[in-house]
């Protein structure tokens, strides 16, 4: 079950990271993504942009600490379920819509797919996070 911990918390790791830092290098394309959400007003995208960006790095960095590992898994099963919402409510509302992701790999739109991955993306979280509980306090998914 370690190894599971453990290989979960550095692929989470890793697409959080690379998820913040990517946006962080397209900023102007990201905050015209947030502006695109049916759920943000454009006169927010510019202050929710950092935000956004701050808190996938600070949860990728989490991820990668054991003593930190639970709050960050339960950040990140919060954060991927409010994306899931959002991308589902884009769907509904303006199918078509960017979504933000991915600005070096493919701008992703808000899809099934894109849904499902996130949904996939926070279910794994929130496992890491229901292991972590059972865990002492500072023993949080210790993989050594």
Not at 6 to 33: R, T
Not at 78 to 101: I, K, M, R
Request: net charge negative; aromatic share 12%.
């Amino acid at each position: 079950m370690r190894f599971f911990s453990f290989a979960s918390s550095a692929f989470l790791a890793l697409i959080f990271l690379y998820a913040g830092i990517d946006k962080a290098v397209h900023y102007d394309g990201f905050i015209n993504a947030i502006g695109s959400y049916v759920l943000v007003p454009d006169w927010i995208a510019p202050g929710l942009a950092p935000m956004v960006i701050g808190l996938e790095i600070a949860i990728g960095l989490g991820l990668l600490f054991p003593t930190h590992r639970f709050q960050a898994a339960l950040a990140g099963a919060l954060t991927l379920g409010v994306f899931a919402v959002a991308l589902t409510v884009n769907l509904v509302v303006a199918p078509g819509s960017v979504c933000g992701c991915w600005f070096s790999i493919t701008l992703a739109q808000s899809d099934e797919a894109h849904i499902a991955l996130n949904l996939i993306l926070a279910v794994l979280a929130s496992t890491l996070w229901w292991e972590g509980r059972a865990q002492p306090q500072g023993q949080q998914l210790v993989t050594s």
